[in-house]
């Protein structure tokens, strides 16, 4: 059967880039797609580790730029929205498709829903059962100093009632993108580090809410899953759900990620 290359899933593999690299491929990849080009997957990790920047946020007004200098941790801003996320010990997505791909619906909460369905499909190939968060009003979600892992926004995905992963998502006149973020360890907890916030007291209570308010691989699977497994797990969920073989063929997702 001919495949429609609009309706194919095209995967990008690429551990170890540096954060102003990976930020400007995604942006070029939103700015360039057409209703034609199939739908792309991005799957990375950062190094060094860097924080992302919503793209509404400022980093001096955030973050504590001296700390993040003296201490290797790169600042960059996201083409998408949301608060600060610290990459370290985590694997991010991004997906980016037509707004005229039917397959994500019409608006931006039915495109983040079905982004969560394909993660939801591929963590249960790990064994992980997920639900899907509803925003809380009055939260420190509130405040633009807060982490964007420190409360659950609409279709981010838990597990009992913690975050896993985190997301946010541009629109264009053509296409959108989404950024996700997937924790792994527990490396994330270390942006209250990086934030200016007015004390020790403040510190001391952003630190406390965003380890309550998350969960990660390790601790769900007693295991740190590698680039690979972890690909590969979510690659077969954006299938599945899609229903899209992939647009590349040749090396394995395993292989490919293990270069």
């Known amino acids: 059967m001919r495949i429609t290359p609009h309706r194919a899933l095209h995967l990008l593999l690429e551990p170890n880039g540096t954060g102003a690299m990976h930020m400007r491929r995604d942006a070029a990849l939103l700015e360039a797609h057409t209703d034609a080009d199939p739908v792309r997957l991005r799957l990375y990790t ?83 059962e997920v639900d899907f968060g509803r925003p809380v009003q ?15 926004g609409r279709y981010e995905v838990l597990v009992r009632g913690r975050k896993l992963v985190g997301s946010a998502q541009r629109r264009n006149a053509n296409a959108f993108l989404q950024h996700g973020s997937v924790l792994i360890g527990t490396a994330h907890e270390h942006l209250v580090d990086y934030l200016r916030l007015p004390n020790a007291a403040a510190r001391s209570a952003a630190a406390t809410q965003l380890r309550r308010a998350t969960v990660t691989l390790d601790e769900i699977l007693g295991r740190r899953p590698d680039f690979a497994t972890l690909a590969e797990a979510l690659v077969s969920g954006f299938r599945r759900r899609l229903q899209a073989p992939l647009s590349r063929t040749g090396r394995s997702v395993r292989h490919t990620a293990r270069r």
């Not at 009055?138 to 659950?152: E, M, N, Q, Y």
């Open 46 to 128: 950062w190094r060094p580790p860097a924080i992302s920047l919503g793209h509404m946020q400022r980093a001096a007004q955030v973050l504590d730029l001296a700390a993040c200098a003296a201490n290797g941790v790169d600042v960059v801003q996201r083409p998408t929205g949301g608060r600060a996320v610290l990459h370290w010990e985590e694997i991010t997505y991004a997906v980016v498709a037509s707004l005229r791909d039917e397959r994500f619906g019409h608006r931006i909460a039915d495109a983040h829903a079905v982004i969560a369905e394909c993660l939801a499909v591929g963590l249960d190939t790990l064994g992980i």
């Open 138 to 152: 009055g939260t420190v979600r509130d405040s633009t100093l807060a982490p964007c892992f420190a409360s659950s």
